[in-house]
Protein backbone atom coordinates (compact mmCIF):
# COMPACT_ATOMS: atom_id res chain seq x y z
CA UNK A 1 0.00 0.00 0.00
CA UNK A 2 1.29 3.53 -0.42
CA UNK A 3 2.36 5.34 2.17
CA UNK A 4 0.15 8.06 3.19
CA UNK A 5 2.07 11.58 3.94
CA UNK A 6 -1.14 13.47 4.88
CA UNK A 7 -2.69 12.53 8.37
CA UNK A 8 -6.18 12.37 9.09
CA UNK A 9 -5.46 14.61 11.77
CA UNK A 10 -3.96 17.29 10.07
CA UNK A 11 -7.30 17.36 7.60
CA UNK A 12 -8.92 17.70 11.04
CA UNK A 13 -6.73 20.31 12.34
CA UNK A 14 -7.55 22.21 8.63
CA UNK A 15 -11.21 22.09 9.55
CA UNK A 16 -11.02 23.58 12.95
CA UNK A 17 -8.82 26.02 11.46
CA UNK A 18 -10.85 27.35 8.74
CA UNK A 19 -13.98 27.18 10.60
CA UNK A 20 -12.53 29.02 13.57
CA UNK A 21 -11.22 31.72 11.24
CA UNK A 22 -14.66 32.35 9.77
CA UNK A 23 -16.50 32.36 12.89
CA UNK A 24 -14.35 34.34 14.75
CA UNK A 25 -15.04 36.65 11.89
CA UNK A 26 -18.13 36.82 12.11
CA UNK A 27 -18.32 37.30 15.54
CA UNK A 28 -15.77 40.49 14.95
CA UNK A 29 -18.47 41.82 12.38
CA UNK A 30 -21.47 41.30 14.51
CA UNK A 31 -19.84 42.86 17.39
CA UNK A 32 -18.79 45.98 15.03
CA UNK A 33 -22.75 45.85 13.90
CA UNK A 34 -25.05 44.41 16.17
CA UNK A 35 -27.89 42.67 14.54
CA UNK A 36 -31.40 43.97 14.66
CA UNK A 37 -32.43 41.11 16.18
CA UNK A 38 -29.48 39.44 17.82
CA UNK A 39 -29.86 35.55 19.52
CA UNK A 40 -30.30 35.04 23.38
CA UNK A 41 -27.25 35.54 25.29
CA UNK A 42 -25.77 37.74 22.33
CA UNK A 43 -24.08 40.15 24.80
CA UNK A 44 -21.82 37.14 25.83
CA UNK A 45 -20.10 37.20 21.87
CA UNK A 46 -19.71 33.17 21.81
CA UNK A 47 -18.90 33.61 18.16
CA UNK A 48 -15.53 35.89 19.09
CA UNK A 49 -14.70 33.00 21.60
CA UNK A 50 -15.50 29.60 20.44
CA UNK A 51 -14.09 31.16 16.82
CA UNK A 52 -11.16 31.41 18.65
CA UNK A 53 -11.21 28.30 20.70
CA UNK A 54 -11.50 25.98 17.76
CA UNK A 55 -9.18 28.36 15.41
CA UNK A 56 -6.38 27.76 17.81
CA UNK A 57 -6.49 24.32 18.36
CA UNK A 58 -6.82 23.68 14.71
CA UNK A 59 -3.63 25.72 14.10
CA UNK A 60 -2.17 23.31 16.69
CA UNK A 61 -3.12 20.14 15.10
CA UNK A 62 -2.32 21.50 11.66
CA UNK A 63 1.17 22.89 12.80
CA UNK A 64 1.85 19.20 15.11
CA UNK A 65 0.13 16.98 11.78
CA UNK A 66 1.80 18.73 8.86
CA UNK A 67 2.47 16.93 6.22
CA UNK A 68 6.22 17.85 6.15
CA UNK A 69 6.71 16.98 9.88
CA UNK A 70 4.47 13.67 9.22
CA UNK A 71 7.26 12.91 6.41
CA UNK A 72 9.90 13.41 8.70
CA UNK A 73 8.32 11.22 11.35
CA UNK A 74 8.42 8.37 8.86
CA UNK A 75 11.94 8.87 7.64
CA UNK A 76 12.69 8.70 11.47
CA UNK A 77 14.13 12.30 11.18
CA UNK A 78 11.64 13.67 13.97
CA UNK B 1 -34.22 29.04 -12.57
CA UNK B 2 -31.45 30.03 -10.32
CA UNK B 3 -29.91 27.79 -8.25
CA UNK B 4 -31.20 29.35 -5.34
CA UNK B 5 -35.02 28.74 -6.62
CA UNK B 6 -33.99 25.19 -6.63
CA UNK B 7 -32.50 24.70 -3.31
CA UNK B 8 -35.24 27.11 -1.42
CA UNK B 9 -38.27 25.58 -1.69
CA UNK B 10 -40.34 26.76 1.51
CA UNK B 11 -40.45 28.87 4.57
CA UNK B 12 -37.13 27.68 7.22
CA UNK B 13 -37.10 27.66 10.51
CA UNK B 14 -33.73 29.33 10.17
CA UNK B 15 -32.09 31.71 8.36
CA UNK B 16 -28.16 30.75 6.67
CA UNK B 17 -26.18 33.86 6.13
CA UNK B 18 -23.19 33.71 3.62
CA UNK B 19 -20.80 32.71 5.88
CA UNK B 20 -22.85 29.72 7.38
CA UNK B 21 -23.15 28.51 3.37
CA UNK B 22 -19.19 29.02 2.78
CA UNK B 23 -18.70 26.64 5.97
CA UNK B 24 -21.09 23.94 4.35
CA UNK B 25 -19.23 24.24 0.89
CA UNK B 26 -16.32 23.81 2.69
CA UNK B 27 -17.43 20.61 4.66
CA UNK B 28 -18.77 19.37 1.63
CA UNK B 29 -15.18 20.15 -0.21
CA UNK B 30 -12.81 18.54 2.09
CA UNK B 31 -14.98 14.97 2.67
CA UNK B 32 -14.60 14.98 -1.41
CA UNK B 33 -10.93 15.80 -0.91
CA UNK B 34 -9.87 13.08 1.72
CA UNK B 35 -11.99 11.00 -0.94
CA UNK B 36 -9.69 11.89 -3.47
CA UNK B 37 -6.72 12.01 -1.34
CA UNK B 38 -7.12 8.40 -0.40
CA UNK B 39 -8.73 6.95 -4.14
CA UNK B 40 -5.16 5.64 -4.63
CA UNK B 41 -4.68 3.38 -1.81
CA UNK B 42 -7.82 1.22 -2.01
CA UNK B 43 -7.01 -0.95 -4.92
CA UNK B 44 -6.93 -4.36 -2.83
CA UNK B 45 -10.05 -6.12 -1.14
CA UNK B 46 -8.11 -5.86 1.98
CA UNK B 47 -7.60 -2.24 1.92
CA UNK B 48 -10.85 -1.76 0.06
CA UNK B 49 -13.39 -3.68 2.41
CA UNK B 50 -11.19 -3.42 5.72
CA UNK B 51 -9.08 -0.27 5.26
CA UNK B 52 -6.12 -2.31 5.49
CA UNK B 53 -6.62 -3.39 8.62
CA UNK B 54 -4.22 -0.65 10.11
CA UNK B 55 -6.34 1.67 12.02
CA UNK B 56 -5.24 3.00 15.05
CA UNK B 57 -7.18 2.41 18.31
CA UNK B 58 -8.40 6.14 18.62
CA UNK B 59 -9.39 6.32 14.40
CA UNK B 60 -11.53 2.75 15.02
CA UNK B 61 -12.76 3.95 17.99
CA UNK B 62 -14.17 7.21 17.11
CA UNK B 63 -14.97 6.08 14.03
CA UNK B 64 -17.15 3.30 15.65
CA UNK B 65 -19.16 6.15 17.60
CA UNK B 66 -19.40 8.37 14.53
CA UNK B 67 -21.39 5.28 12.43
CA UNK B 68 -23.81 5.47 15.22
CA UNK B 69 -24.54 9.20 15.73
CA UNK B 70 -26.33 10.53 12.88
CA UNK B 71 -28.35 13.33 12.49
CA UNK B 72 -31.67 11.77 13.24
CA UNK B 73 -29.70 10.04 16.20
CA UNK B 74 -28.96 13.73 17.66
CA UNK B 75 -32.54 15.17 16.91
CA UNK B 76 -34.48 12.59 17.59
CA UNK B 77 -32.99 11.56 21.25
CA UNK B 78 -33.16 15.18 21.68
CA UNK B 79 -36.51 15.28 21.07
CA UNK B 80 -36.58 12.35 22.91
CA UNK B 81 -35.12 14.12 26.09
CA UNK B 82 -38.37 16.82 25.47
CA UNK B 83 -40.69 13.85 25.85
CA UNK B 84 -39.69 11.65 28.12
CA UNK B 85 -36.61 13.39 30.53
CA UNK B 86 -33.65 12.64 31.30
CA UNK B 87 -35.11 8.72 31.16
CA UNK B 88 -33.55 9.46 27.47
CA UNK B 89 -30.04 8.88 28.80
CA UNK B 90 -30.71 5.49 29.40
CA UNK B 91 -30.42 5.12 25.63
CA UNK B 92 -26.98 6.12 25.83
CA UNK B 93 -25.48 4.94 29.29
CA UNK B 94 -27.37 1.23 30.15
CA UNK B 95 -28.23 1.18 26.42
CA UNK B 96 -24.99 0.77 25.24
CA UNK B 97 -21.28 1.65 27.87
CA UNK B 98 -22.37 -2.35 29.12
CA UNK B 99 -22.57 -3.66 25.53
CA UNK B 100 -19.45 -1.47 24.12
CA UNK B 101 -17.23 -3.16 26.80
CA UNK B 102 -18.31 -6.43 26.68
CA UNK B 103 -17.57 -6.10 22.77
CA UNK B 104 -14.17 -5.14 23.62
CA UNK B 105 -12.97 -7.41 26.36
CA UNK B 106 -14.95 -10.66 25.48
CA UNK B 107 -15.89 -10.69 22.19
CA UNK B 108 -13.33 -9.20 19.95
CA UNK B 109 -10.92 -11.30 20.88
CA UNK B 110 -12.95 -13.96 18.40
CA UNK B 111 -13.58 -11.67 15.76
CA UNK B 112 -10.36 -10.42 15.50
CA UNK B 113 -8.30 -13.46 15.50
CA UNK B 114 -10.64 -15.27 13.16
CA UNK B 115 -9.61 -12.64 10.69
CA UNK B 116 -13.52 -12.76 9.31
CA UNK B 117 -14.61 -9.61 7.22
CA UNK B 118 -17.72 -9.10 8.76
CA UNK B 119 -20.07 -10.57 11.26
CA UNK B 120 -22.00 -13.36 8.50
CA UNK B 121 -18.26 -13.99 7.74
CA UNK B 122 -17.99 -14.91 11.53
CA UNK B 123 -21.36 -17.15 11.37
CA UNK B 124 -20.30 -19.24 8.35
CA UNK B 125 -16.99 -19.87 10.51
CA UNK B 126 -19.09 -21.15 13.72
CA UNK B 127 -22.29 -22.41 12.00
CA UNK B 128 -22.22 -22.84 8.76
CA UNK B 129 -23.26 -21.51 5.36
CA UNK B 130 -27.48 -21.62 6.27
CA UNK B 131 -26.40 -18.80 9.05
CA UNK B 132 -24.59 -16.61 7.17
CA UNK B 133 -26.62 -16.60 4.25
CA UNK B 134 -29.59 -15.40 6.78
CA UNK B 135 -27.56 -12.99 8.65
CA UNK B 136 -25.86 -11.44 5.38
CA UNK B 137 -29.49 -11.23 3.49
CA UNK B 138 -31.22 -9.63 6.24
CA UNK B 139 -28.90 -7.20 6.88
CA UNK B 140 -28.14 -6.31 3.26
CA UNK B 141 -31.41 -5.79 2.90
CA UNK B 142 -32.55 -4.11 5.76
CA UNK B 143 -29.51 -1.80 5.87
CA UNK B 144 -30.18 0.19 2.57
CA UNK B 145 -33.39 0.14 3.17
CA UNK B 146 -32.73 1.81 6.47
CA UNK B 147 -30.21 4.16 4.57
CA UNK B 148 -33.18 5.35 2.29
CA UNK B 149 -35.39 6.16 5.30
CA UNK B 150 -32.98 8.08 6.98
CA UNK B 151 -31.99 10.09 3.81
CA UNK B 152 -35.56 10.98 3.64
CA UNK B 153 -36.04 12.00 7.43
CA UNK B 154 -32.65 14.09 7.00
CA UNK B 155 -33.96 15.56 3.44
CA UNK B 156 -36.95 16.41 5.50
CA UNK B 157 -35.43 18.07 8.56
CA UNK B 158 -33.27 20.36 6.00
CA UNK B 159 -36.58 21.08 4.16
CA UNK B 160 -38.40 22.33 7.49
CA UNK B 161 -35.20 23.95 9.29
CA UNK B 162 -33.73 25.50 6.10
CA UNK B 163 -36.25 25.44 3.52
CA UNK B 164 -34.24 23.04 1.25
CA UNK B 165 -36.18 21.40 -1.75
CA UNK B 166 -36.20 17.79 -0.75
CA UNK B 167 -34.82 16.31 -3.99
CA UNK B 168 -31.73 18.64 -3.89
CA UNK B 169 -31.02 17.18 -0.29
CA UNK B 170 -31.69 13.70 -1.13
CA UNK B 171 -29.38 14.04 -4.45
CA UNK B 172 -26.41 16.20 -3.16
CA UNK B 173 -25.86 14.44 0.25
CA UNK B 174 -26.37 10.75 -1.27
CA UNK B 175 -23.91 11.50 -4.52
CA UNK B 176 -21.45 13.09 -1.81
CA UNK B 177 -21.22 9.79 0.18
CA UNK B 178 -21.02 7.16 -3.19
CA UNK B 179 -17.85 9.60 -4.45
CA UNK B 180 -16.07 9.58 -1.15
CA UNK B 181 -16.79 5.90 -0.60
CA UNK B 182 -16.29 4.24 -3.90
CA UNK B 183 -13.13 6.40 -4.27
CA UNK B 184 -11.94 4.97 -1.00
CA UNK B 185 -13.69 2.81 0.16
CA UNK B 186 -14.34 1.77 4.24
CA UNK B 187 -10.64 4.02 4.71
CA UNK B 188 -12.30 7.01 3.43
CA UNK B 189 -15.51 6.30 5.33
CA UNK B 190 -13.42 5.79 8.42
CA UNK B 191 -11.62 9.50 8.03
CA UNK B 192 -14.32 10.99 6.76
CA UNK B 193 -16.30 9.22 10.01
CA UNK B 194 -13.77 11.08 11.92
CA UNK B 195 -13.77 14.35 10.60
CA UNK B 196 -17.13 14.14 11.09
CA UNK B 197 -17.13 13.07 14.79
CA UNK B 198 -15.32 16.39 15.47
CA UNK B 199 -17.27 18.53 13.18
CA UNK B 200 -20.65 17.22 15.49
CA UNK B 201 -19.15 18.46 18.83
CA UNK B 202 -17.53 21.27 17.10
CA UNK B 203 -20.66 22.51 16.18
CA UNK B 204 -23.13 20.97 19.25
CA UNK B 205 -21.45 21.64 22.36
CA UNK B 206 -22.34 25.68 22.65
CA UNK B 207 -26.13 25.04 23.24
CA UNK B 208 -25.54 23.00 26.47
CA UNK B 209 -22.55 25.83 27.44
CA UNK B 210 -25.08 28.62 26.47
CA UNK B 211 -27.83 27.13 27.73
CA UNK B 212 -26.47 26.24 31.22
CA UNK B 213 -25.30 29.68 31.09
CA UNK B 214 -28.94 30.99 30.62
CA UNK B 215 -30.43 28.60 32.76
CA UNK B 216 -28.70 29.40 35.86
CA UNK B 217 -27.40 25.86 35.88
CA UNK B 218 -28.01 22.36 36.03
CA UNK B 219 -30.00 22.60 39.81
CA UNK B 220 -31.79 25.47 38.49
CA UNK B 221 -32.65 24.04 35.35
CA UNK B 222 -33.94 21.10 36.95
CA UNK B 223 -36.55 23.36 39.34
CA UNK B 224 -37.58 25.11 36.17
CA UNK B 225 -38.38 21.47 34.80
CA UNK B 226 -40.16 20.42 37.82
CA UNK B 227 -42.46 23.51 37.71
CA UNK B 228 -43.39 23.08 33.58
CA UNK B 229 -43.93 18.97 33.84
CA UNK B 230 -43.32 17.31 36.24
CA UNK B 231 -39.92 15.99 38.82
CA UNK B 232 -40.04 12.93 37.12
CA UNK B 233 -38.20 14.28 33.96
CA UNK B 234 -35.13 14.89 35.58
CA UNK B 235 -34.79 11.15 37.84
CA UNK B 236 -33.26 8.60 35.47
CA UNK B 237 -34.02 5.25 38.10
CA UNK B 238 -36.51 6.57 40.71
CA UNK B 239 -39.68 6.95 38.75
CA UNK B 240 -39.08 3.39 36.99
CA UNK B 241 -40.38 1.15 40.02
CA UNK B 242 -44.13 0.94 38.42
CA UNK B 243 -45.22 1.62 34.51
CA UNK B 244 -47.23 4.85 35.47
CA UNK B 245 -44.72 6.57 37.72
CA UNK B 246 -42.51 8.07 34.77
CA UNK B 247 -43.30 9.66 31.33
CA UNK B 248 -42.25 6.79 29.34
CA UNK B 249 -44.50 4.16 30.74
CA UNK B 250 -41.77 1.79 31.42
CA UNK B 251 -40.28 -0.79 34.44
CA UNK B 252 -36.85 -0.89 35.37
CA UNK B 253 -36.76 -4.71 34.18
CA UNK B 254 -37.31 -2.99 30.81
CA UNK B 255 -34.75 -1.07 30.70
CA UNK B 256 -31.91 -3.43 32.46
CA UNK B 257 -33.13 -6.73 30.92
CA UNK B 258 -34.41 -5.42 27.37
CA UNK B 259 -32.63 -2.58 26.97
CA UNK B 260 -29.17 -3.05 28.51
CA UNK B 261 -29.29 -6.85 28.12
CA UNK B 262 -30.11 -7.58 25.05
CA UNK B 263 -31.09 -4.39 22.71
CA UNK B 264 -27.88 -2.71 23.41
CA UNK B 265 -25.63 -5.71 22.96
CA UNK B 266 -27.16 -6.93 19.91
CA UNK B 267 -27.07 -3.33 18.14
CA UNK B 268 -23.45 -2.69 19.01
CA UNK B 269 -21.61 -6.66 19.47
CA UNK B 270 -23.29 -7.45 16.27
CA UNK B 271 -24.84 -4.86 13.75
CA UNK B 272 -21.86 -5.33 11.56
CA UNK B 273 -22.74 -1.08 10.40
CA UNK B 274 -20.54 -0.36 13.84
CA UNK B 275 -18.46 -3.78 14.18
CA UNK B 276 -16.52 -2.65 10.77
CA UNK B 277 -14.95 -0.37 12.39
CA UNK B 278 -13.44 -2.20 14.76
CA UNK B 279 -12.64 -5.23 12.59
CA UNK B 280 -10.11 -2.69 10.80
CA UNK B 281 -8.04 -1.92 13.79
CA UNK B 282 -4.48 -2.60 13.45
CA UNK B 283 -3.79 -5.32 16.13
CA UNK B 284 -5.86 -6.68 18.81
CA UNK B 285 -4.54 -4.10 21.59
CA UNK B 286 -6.31 -1.57 19.13
CA UNK B 287 -9.08 -3.46 18.71
CA UNK B 288 -9.88 -4.18 22.03
CA UNK B 289 -9.47 -0.21 23.42
CA UNK B 290 -11.34 1.22 20.08
CA UNK B 291 -14.55 -0.04 21.50
CA UNK B 292 -13.30 1.28 25.09
CA UNK B 293 -12.62 4.69 23.67
CA UNK B 294 -15.91 4.85 21.98
CA UNK B 295 -17.79 3.94 25.26
CA UNK B 296 -16.62 7.09 27.01
CA UNK B 297 -17.02 9.41 24.33
CA UNK B 298 -20.66 7.83 24.28
CA UNK B 299 -21.08 8.78 27.92
CA UNK B 300 -20.86 12.16 26.97
CA UNK B 301 -22.82 12.43 24.01
CA UNK B 302 -26.38 13.18 26.51
CA UNK B 303 -24.28 16.93 26.59
CA UNK B 304 -24.98 17.44 23.19
CA UNK B 305 -28.11 15.97 23.00
CA UNK B 306 -30.56 14.69 25.79
CA UNK B 307 -28.97 18.30 27.96
CA UNK B 308 -30.37 20.54 24.60
CA UNK B 309 -34.21 18.47 24.60
CA UNK B 310 -34.10 19.33 28.79
CA UNK B 311 -33.07 23.04 28.11
CA UNK B 312 -35.79 23.32 25.42
CA UNK B 313 -37.94 21.89 27.74
CA UNK B 314 -37.44 24.43 30.93
CA UNK B 315 -36.44 27.38 28.69
CA UNK B 316 -38.65 27.55 25.26
CA UNK B 317 -41.74 29.92 25.42
CA UNK B 318 -43.63 27.62 23.64
CA UNK B 319 -44.71 24.04 24.06
CA UNK B 320 -43.66 21.59 21.57
CA UNK B 321 -45.90 18.79 20.37
CA UNK B 322 -46.11 15.41 18.97
CA UNK B 323 -45.18 15.13 14.99
CA UNK B 324 -49.02 14.28 14.12
CA UNK B 325 -50.51 17.67 16.16
CA UNK B 326 -48.12 19.82 14.62
CA UNK B 327 -48.73 19.32 11.34
CA UNK B 328 -51.93 19.95 11.97
CA UNK B 329 -51.62 22.79 13.74
CA UNK B 330 -48.51 24.62 11.83
CA UNK B 331 -46.72 24.20 15.64
CA UNK B 332 -43.25 23.15 16.53
CA UNK B 333 -42.65 18.76 17.31
CA UNK B 334 -40.47 17.59 20.00
CA UNK B 335 -38.00 16.97 16.85
CA UNK B 336 -37.78 20.46 16.27
CA UNK B 337 -36.36 20.72 19.60
CA UNK B 338 -32.27 21.07 18.63
CA UNK B 339 -32.60 23.12 15.62
CA UNK B 340 -34.78 25.65 17.48
CA UNK B 341 -32.13 25.94 20.34
CA UNK B 342 -29.60 26.08 17.52
CA UNK B 343 -31.10 29.14 16.30
CA UNK B 344 -31.53 30.61 19.90
CA UNK B 345 -27.84 30.84 20.50
CA UNK B 346 -26.12 31.00 17.38
CA UNK B 347 -25.81 33.81 15.15
CA UNK B 348 -23.94 33.62 11.47
CA UNK B 349 -21.21 31.56 11.39
CA UNK B 350 -22.28 29.43 14.49
CA UNK B 351 -25.24 28.22 12.88
CA UNK B 352 -23.67 27.18 9.93
CA UNK B 353 -21.40 25.12 11.78
CA UNK B 354 -24.42 23.57 13.78
CA UNK B 355 -26.24 22.99 10.46
CA UNK B 356 -22.69 21.60 8.80
CA UNK B 357 -22.66 19.16 12.02
CA UNK B 358 -26.34 18.16 11.45
CA UNK B 359 -25.15 17.01 7.63
CA UNK B 360 -21.86 15.93 8.90
CA UNK B 361 -23.98 13.34 11.47
CA UNK B 362 -26.27 12.05 8.73
CA UNK B 363 -23.24 11.73 6.02
CA UNK B 364 -21.69 9.67 8.34
CA UNK B 365 -24.47 7.19 9.52
CA UNK B 366 -24.95 6.71 5.52
CA UNK B 367 -21.42 6.26 4.83
CA UNK B 368 -21.56 3.39 7.57
CA UNK B 369 -24.68 1.49 6.14
CA UNK B 370 -23.40 1.85 2.54
CA UNK B 371 -19.65 0.45 3.13
CA UNK B 372 -21.47 -2.06 5.72
CA UNK B 373 -23.78 -3.35 2.62
CA UNK B 374 -20.82 -3.25 0.37
CA UNK B 375 -18.16 -5.66 2.19
CA UNK B 376 -21.36 -7.76 3.29
CA UNK B 377 -23.01 -7.92 -0.31
CA UNK B 378 -19.55 -8.55 -2.15
CA UNK B 379 -18.15 -11.13 0.70
CA UNK B 380 -21.25 -13.04 2.20
CA UNK B 381 -23.62 -13.32 -1.14
CA UNK B 382 -21.79 -12.41 -3.90
CA UNK B 383 -18.89 -14.39 -3.48
CA UNK B 384 -20.22 -17.54 -1.81
CA UNK B 385 -23.91 -17.56 -3.48
CA UNK B 386 -23.08 -16.06 -7.04
CA UNK B 387 -19.21 -15.90 -8.22
CA UNK B 388 -16.86 -17.48 -5.91
CA UNK B 389 -13.40 -17.61 -8.55
CA UNK B 390 -13.52 -14.12 -9.14
CA UNK B 391 -10.23 -12.35 -8.21
CA UNK B 392 -9.46 -10.12 -5.41
CA UNK B 393 -9.07 -6.95 -8.06
CA UNK B 394 -12.64 -8.21 -9.32
CA UNK B 395 -14.53 -8.31 -5.87
CA UNK B 396 -13.05 -4.85 -5.30
CA UNK B 397 -14.67 -3.72 -8.28
CA UNK B 398 -17.34 -5.19 -7.35
CA UNK B 399 -17.66 -3.21 -3.94
CA UNK B 400 -16.90 0.22 -5.96
CA UNK B 401 -20.32 -0.92 -8.19
CA UNK B 402 -22.44 -1.98 -4.74
CA UNK B 403 -21.36 1.32 -3.30
CA UNK B 404 -22.99 3.36 -6.15
CA UNK B 405 -25.95 0.66 -6.62
CA UNK B 406 -26.75 0.66 -2.87
CA UNK B 407 -26.75 4.51 -2.71
CA UNK B 408 -28.98 4.34 -6.03
CA UNK B 409 -31.39 2.03 -3.83
CA UNK B 410 -31.58 3.95 -0.92
CA UNK B 411 -32.81 6.99 -2.73
CA UNK B 412 -35.33 4.94 -4.14
CA UNK B 413 -36.24 3.89 -0.87
CA UNK B 414 -36.25 7.64 0.34
CA UNK B 415 -38.63 8.41 -2.75
CA UNK B 416 -40.67 5.17 -2.12
CA UNK B 417 -41.21 6.68 1.57
CA UNK B 418 -42.30 10.04 0.65
CA UNK B 419 -44.78 8.58 -1.12
CA UNK B 420 -46.05 6.77 1.65
CA UNK B 421 -44.89 7.72 5.12
CA UNK B 422 -46.22 4.61 7.11
CA UNK B 423 -43.41 2.27 4.93
CA UNK B 424 -41.24 4.29 7.42
CA UNK B 425 -42.75 3.24 10.78
CA UNK B 426 -42.42 -0.67 8.47
CA UNK B 427 -38.78 -0.58 7.97
CA UNK B 428 -37.53 0.94 11.04
CA UNK B 429 -39.87 -2.39 12.80
CA UNK B 430 -38.45 -4.81 10.86
CA UNK B 431 -34.38 -3.56 11.58
CA UNK B 432 -34.87 -4.17 15.19
CA UNK B 433 -36.51 -7.91 14.22
CA UNK B 434 -33.39 -8.89 13.27
CA UNK B 435 -30.69 -7.30 16.43
CA UNK B 436 -31.76 -9.21 19.21
CA UNK B 437 -31.63 -12.81 17.81
CA UNK B 438 -28.14 -12.24 16.13
CA UNK B 439 -26.89 -11.27 19.27
CA UNK B 440 -28.14 -14.48 20.98
CA UNK B 441 -27.11 -16.74 18.32
CA UNK B 442 -23.08 -15.08 18.25
CA UNK B 443 -22.84 -14.78 22.11
CA UNK B 444 -23.82 -18.44 22.11
CA UNK B 445 -21.48 -19.54 19.37
CA UNK B 446 -18.71 -17.48 21.30
CA UNK B 447 -18.93 -19.09 24.62
CA UNK B 448 -20.83 -22.35 24.22
CA UNK B 449 -18.65 -25.04 22.41
CA UNK B 450 -21.91 -27.02 21.99
CA UNK B 451 -23.82 -25.01 20.11
CA UNK B 452 -24.22 -26.49 16.38
CA UNK B 453 -24.43 -25.36 12.72
CA UNK B 454 -28.41 -26.45 12.86
CA UNK B 455 -28.96 -25.13 16.26
CA UNK B 456 -27.54 -21.42 15.24
CA UNK B 457 -29.39 -21.28 12.29
CA UNK B 458 -33.00 -22.74 13.82
CA UNK B 459 -32.11 -20.45 16.65
CA UNK B 460 -31.68 -16.78 14.79
CA UNK B 461 -34.55 -17.96 11.86
CA UNK B 462 -37.07 -18.81 15.06
CA UNK B 463 -35.98 -15.78 17.36
CA UNK B 464 -36.61 -13.50 14.33
CA UNK B 465 -39.94 -14.83 13.59
CA UNK B 466 -40.61 -14.48 16.91
CA UNK B 467 -40.04 -10.88 17.02
CA UNK B 468 -42.15 -9.77 13.85
CA UNK B 469 -45.32 -12.00 15.29
CA UNK B 470 -45.14 -10.29 18.25
CA UNK B 471 -45.06 -6.75 15.92
CA UNK B 472 -47.69 -7.95 13.76
CA UNK B 473 -49.92 -9.63 17.14
CA UNK B 474 -49.89 -6.10 18.60
CA UNK B 475 -50.52 -4.62 14.85
CA UNK B 476 -53.54 -6.91 14.92
CA UNK B 477 -55.09 -6.22 18.03
CA UNK B 478 -53.16 -3.64 20.50
CA UNK B 479 -54.57 -5.01 23.68
CA UNK B 480 -51.83 -7.32 22.87
CA UNK B 481 -49.55 -5.16 24.21
CA UNK B 482 -50.45 -5.95 28.00
CA UNK B 483 -48.64 -9.88 26.95
CA UNK B 484 -45.98 -8.26 25.25
CA UNK B 485 -45.10 -5.46 27.24
CA UNK B 486 -46.43 -6.88 30.50
CA UNK B 487 -48.68 -3.35 30.74
CA UNK B 488 -51.01 -1.82 28.76
CA UNK B 489 -49.74 2.09 29.66
CA UNK B 490 -46.38 0.76 27.77
CA UNK B 491 -45.29 2.96 24.90
CA UNK B 492 -43.59 2.27 22.00
CA UNK B 493 -40.18 2.26 23.40
CA UNK B 494 -41.49 -0.07 25.94
CA UNK B 495 -42.63 -2.42 23.44
CA UNK B 496 -39.67 -3.12 22.15
CA UNK B 497 -37.79 -3.67 24.99
CA UNK B 498 -40.08 -6.64 25.92
CA UNK B 499 -40.34 -7.89 22.80
CA UNK B 500 -36.47 -7.69 21.94
CA UNK B 501 -36.62 -9.64 25.38
CA UNK B 502 -38.59 -12.82 24.58
CA UNK B 503 -36.93 -12.58 20.86
CA UNK B 504 -34.09 -13.65 22.60
CA UNK B 505 -34.95 -15.87 24.76
CA UNK B 506 -36.87 -18.06 21.46
CA UNK B 507 -33.51 -17.86 19.92
CA UNK B 508 -31.44 -19.03 23.24
CA UNK B 509 -34.23 -21.88 24.04
CA UNK B 510 -34.50 -23.32 20.45
CA UNK B 511 -30.31 -22.90 19.72
CA UNK B 512 -29.66 -24.96 22.75
CA UNK B 513 -32.47 -27.65 22.35
CA UNK B 514 -31.74 -28.18 18.45
CA UNK B 515 -27.76 -28.59 19.29
CA UNK B 516 -28.46 -30.58 22.21
CA UNK B 517 -30.34 -32.99 19.32
CA UNK B 518 -27.51 -32.33 17.10
CA UNK B 519 -24.15 -33.72 16.29
CA UNK B 520 -21.49 -31.53 17.67
CA UNK B 521 -19.11 -30.49 15.60
CA UNK B 522 -15.47 -31.52 16.50
CA UNK B 523 -12.86 -29.49 18.72
CA UNK B 524 -10.45 -28.81 16.08
CA UNK B 525 -12.89 -27.21 13.99
CA UNK B 526 -13.43 -24.76 16.56
CA UNK B 527 -10.12 -23.40 17.57
CA UNK B 528 -9.96 -19.53 17.16
CA UNK B 529 -14.02 -19.41 17.46
CA UNK B 530 -15.07 -20.03 20.82
CA UNK B 531 -14.20 -19.68 24.19
CA UNK B 532 -12.72 -22.37 26.14
CA UNK B 533 -11.14 -23.21 22.45
CA UNK B 534 -9.04 -20.52 21.26
CA UNK B 535 -5.90 -19.31 23.32
CA UNK B 536 -6.30 -15.07 23.62
CA UNK B 537 -2.74 -14.16 22.60
CA UNK B 538 -2.14 -12.01 25.98
CA UNK B 539 -1.56 -8.02 25.03
CA UNK B 540 2.41 -7.11 25.22
CA UNK B 541 4.28 -5.96 27.88
CA UNK B 542 2.72 -2.36 28.29
CA UNK B 543 2.04 -0.22 31.21
CA UNK B 544 -1.15 -1.23 33.32
CA UNK B 545 -2.12 2.40 32.15
CA UNK B 546 -1.96 0.96 28.34
CA UNK B 547 -4.06 -1.61 28.70
CA UNK B 548 -7.89 -2.50 27.51
CA UNK B 549 -9.16 -3.94 31.18
CA UNK B 550 -7.31 -0.52 32.99
CA UNK B 551 -9.49 1.53 30.71
CA UNK B 552 -12.57 -0.39 30.42
CA UNK B 553 -12.77 -0.46 34.39
CA UNK B 554 -12.06 3.48 34.33
CA UNK B 555 -15.09 3.19 32.01
CA UNK B 556 -17.29 1.23 34.26
CA UNK B 557 -16.66 3.35 37.50
CA UNK B 558 -17.56 6.56 35.60
CA UNK B 559 -20.57 4.81 34.44
CA UNK B 560 -21.46 3.84 37.78
CA UNK B 561 -20.84 7.40 39.18
CA UNK B 562 -23.17 9.08 36.14
CA UNK B 563 -26.13 6.76 37.12
CA UNK B 564 -26.06 7.33 41.38
CA UNK B 565 -25.74 11.13 40.64
CA UNK B 566 -28.54 11.75 38.28
CA UNK B 567 -30.81 8.44 39.74
Known amino acids: MAQRSVSIWFFIGLSLLVNGVLIFGAGLYELAHPPANPVVLFEVHAPIWWGGLLAILGAIYCYYFSPVRERARKAGTA | ?567
Open chain 2, 1 to 567: MTLALVVLSSPSLVHLAPVDMVIIAFYFALVLAIGAYLKGQANTGEDFFMAGREMTAWVAGLSFLSANLGALELMGWAGSAYQYGILATHWYWIGAIPAMLFLALVMMPFYYISKTHSVPGYLKLRFGEPARALSAISFAFMTVLMSGVNMFAMAKVMQIVLGWDINFSIWVSSLTVAVYVTLGGLRSAIFNEVLQFFLIWAGALLIPILGLYEAGGWTSLKLQIAQRASEQYVHMWAGLGSFTDNPMGIHWTGIVFGLGAIISMGYWTTDFLVVQRILAAKDMRSAELAPIIGAGFKMMVPLIVILPGLLGLGLLPMKLVPESVATVTHGYSYNDVLPLMLARYCGPGLLGLGITALIAGFMSGMAGNVSAFTTVWTYDIYRPLINSKGSDHHYVNMGRWTTVIGVLISVGTAYLVMRSASIMDYVQALFSFFIAPLFGTVVLGMLWKRATGPGGFWGLLCGTLSSIGMWAWVKVDPTALRYVALSPHAKALAQDMYQALWSFVVCVIVTVAVSLATKPKPDSELTGLVYGQTEIPPIENVPLYQKPIFWAGVVAAVFVVLNIIFW
